[in-house]
């Protein structure tokens, strides 16, 4: 029998919550190594969400988002998702780039390519996370990056809900670096069967 969002109590949320701690752990110190700058990380804010309810987290279905979607196979699938509002976006380019944080022009192609590069290593690192703590071999896709408003990016894999659960893990992860915040939204978006064996992975279901 498949696992819902109902079936998740506070051992189950605790488990995934410590997925997100190591896996932001993990993605500040690789951030770090990449900007050659010193990152600070909060504590993230870790939910499981109804699918539904992703719109209302990130400010509404009209607002303008940088969206980084990778698919993951093996023994989990689904997809991850890392959504930055757009001037976070570029102001994460633009501490990597050495710009002023006022520039807020459209994404040149390298920049694009960092932004998806980011999105990789932010991935990579809950994957890694996720993979350390269960033993469960775990791959994601080349990212796809889509810059749109968050109704339309979020479109991507409801299509795809035939296949994928109706629910997400929710990590919002805040970054800084001096003065400079950035807060990043992570979802896990695992297919039904998927979250039956993660929990089993994990030992807290038989």
Known sequence: MSISINDLNSMHIDV????????AGNAATALAKMLNKRID?????VKILEFKDVNEILGGAEILVVGILLRITGDLSGYIMFILEYNAAHLLVNILMGKPSSDLNEFSELEASALKEIGNILAGSYI????????????????????????AILSVPAIEFG???DTVLY???????GSAKVIGDFFLIPNVESYDVLLKALGVIN
């Not at 919550?17 to 190591?22: F, Y």
């Not at 990590?171 to 670096?177: A, C, G, K, Q």
């Open 16 to 23: 995934l919550k410590e997925i997100g701690n190591i896996g």
């Open 41 to 45: 990380m909060e504590v993230p804010k």
């Open 128 to 151: 890694s996370a996720l993979s350390s703590l269960t033993n469960l071999k775990i791959s994601p896709s080349v990212p796809d990056m889509a810059v749109d408003m968050a109704g």
């Open 163 to 165: 296949k994928v659960g």
């Open 171 to 177: 990590i919002e992860t805040e970054f800084s670096e």
